[in-house]
């Protein structure tokens, strides 16, 4: 009994926690229990003896209570105290054989049978007749666990009870993961809001130029200056030239918070993928074969493609700013300005194959305002491509008969909701610049800054949460019920109802209502 609970309490360890020091204590654990990762609750009562000497009450693979809990020596306010409440029996009335007790930190003496009930043991595990556990569910839905319980008397928390380890610890990711839900949304509008303002500063901005001009040249010798390869290495190239660390300053400053946001919001930094990682390691120093995309419906995707749509934008605007301020300079043709006079040559085949990968991927997680983004800029990419490419460059209309097919179905996408809508005005711009062989209009999308300000409202913790018929979350506010039909901000889907009742497909996320009390925000 000892090495089982020895046993228990490693395999406890393992799925419980997200901290490096914890991601140490795993590894180092992993050999001792390559032999018992499925270990299940036992349901037997604990056959060690308390220091009174009588047997002990509680179940094995939990921790003995004191003796002062011992059914033959305790005082009578602890045998008459009710513990079980499906019989509506005392302590004193309960066959232990058969429905042993639990004492959790709190001191309330409650049986095993009332404990399960009370924690949906049915719901996570496969009970046989005779109310033992057999087997584990693992097909559990995201946010599966309703609330996390807590004592039914007193309402103190369970953790120290190791019988239920799994769904406590499966309700400490859930609510983990829907503060990442809200943190995410509550962080991607001020990234969007100083984007815009660089890119406002960067369109009127000519000072620095003026200054630069006025500087006397570093070499008379032509340069060639090729931008290629990665996006980060784009950048840094032409950032570096000889009076335009100023210019760009504050912009890569809010690119590399971009970069942080996008890795801090990846699935592997989630809450949920953090520990499944580390049950990962555990399992493959098995040898047991571990799907990780089959247990990937909790993780969140929508604030990744945001974040990647977002430095892609980034990205587009500096690469724009570059090629303008290149081309106004080397046309005035002055000997007075320190700028290199060399040949301009871009390669933007990383670009656009970027774009077309996070539309590949918007497409698969049903996120159409952000596949249409990247269409868009798969475009722009093309546009600034063709600015700088020789007459004679031979792919240049094949890569612009490219930009024209990514815009066609941008457009159809548009169609899907009055949220992608919104795209609209941008996709027709780019078309124009096609026509036109000009590059990088900047665009003021009002419409879809108040559609991505709306959703980061909607997670802000307020109204009731529901899903809609793709699984996407939304609040409904006021009274909570829904008394109008809208359509879902990431799908298009129908959500909302008339006089309380949803429209079809709609179901309360209640898990979300349930936890989002004590989440504090």
């Not at 997670?459 to 039909?485: K, Q, S």
């Amino acid at each position: 009994m000892a090495k089982h609970r020895a046993l228990l309490a490693h395999r406890n360890a393992i799925l419980l926690v997200v901290t490096p020091s914890a991601q140490r204590n795993v590894r180092s654990l992993v050999l001792r229990v390559q032999k018992f990762v499925h270990i299940l609750p036992c349901s037997l009562r604990c056959d060690k003896l308390l220091g009174c000497g009588h047997q002990c009450p509680s179940i094995c693979g939990e921790d003995c209570p004191d003796r002062m809990f011992c059914q033959i020596c305790a005082a009578p306010e602890v045998l008459e105290s009710m513990a079980d409440f499906v019989d509506c029996t005392t302590y004193q009335q309960i066959d232990l054989a058969e429905n042993p007790v639990m004492v959790p930190h709190c001191g309330h003496v409650i049986t095993k049978s009332s404990l399960d009930g009370h924690m949906a043991m049915s719901k996570f595990y496969e009970m046989s007749d005779d109310s033992n556990i057999k087997g584990v569910i693992t097909s559990l839905e995201p946010f599966s666990v309703d609330d996390l319980k807590a004592c039914p008397i007193c309402r103190y928390p369970l953790r120290n009870i190791h019988r239920y380890n799994r769904i406590i610890k499966r309700g400490l990711i859930d609510e983990a993961t829907k503060r990442f839900i809200v943190w995410a949304n509550a962080s991607f509008i001020p990234l969007e809001a100083q984007l815009n303002e660089q890119e406002v500063a960067l369109s009127i901005t000519k000072a620095s130029l003026d200054r630069l001009m006025r500087q006397p040249p570093e070499s008379d010798d032509p340069t060639l200056i090729e931008l290629s390869q990665s996006r980060r290495i784009q950048i840094r190239k032409f950032s570096e030239l000889a009076g335009l660390r100023p210019r760009y300053a504050e912009a890569l400053i809010v690119r590399s918070h971009v970069q942080r946001f996008l890795r801090k919001v990846t699935e592997a930094e989630q809450p949920y993928g953090k520990v499944y990682r580390m049950v990962q390691d555990v399992r493959r120093a098995t040898g047991e074969v571990v799907d990780f995309a089959a247990q990937g419906n909790i993780l969140r995707v929508r604030e990744r493609l945001l974040a990647s749509a977002l430095l892609l934008r980034c990205d587009l605007m500096l690469l724009s700013d570059f090629v303008k301020v290149y081309q106004d300079l080397n046309r005035q043709n002055s000997s007075n300005y320190r700028w290199p006079k060399g040949t301009l040559t871009m390669d933007l085949t990383q670009n656009r194959k970027d774009c077309e990968e996070l539309a590949a991927d918007a497409a698969l997680q049903g996120q159409p305002m952000q596949e249409i983004e990247a269409r868009v800029y798969f475009a722009r990419f093309v546009t600034l491509e063709r600015a700088a490419a020789d007459a004679s460059t031979s792919n240049v209309q094949e890569l612009v008969e490219l930009a024209r097919q990514q815009l066609e179905t941008a457009k159809t996408l548009c169609s899907r909701s009055a949220n992608t809508k919104t795209m609209l005005k941008e996709v027709e711009a780019v078309e124009k610049e096609l026509r036109e062989s000009t590059f990088y209009t900047a665009i003021t999308n009002d419409e879809k800054r108040a559609v991505y300000a709306a959703m980061a409202t909607d997670f802000g913790g307020t109204g009731h949460w529901y899903y809609c018929r793709e699984g996407h979350l939304f609040t409904v506010g006021e009274c909570g019920m829904p008394m109008e039909t809208s359509v879902c901000p990431q799908c298009g889907a129908p959500v909302g109802g008339r006089n309380h009742q949803a429209v079809e497909g709609v179901k309360p996320a209640d898990d979300m209502d349930a936890q989002f009390g004590r989440l504090g925000i």
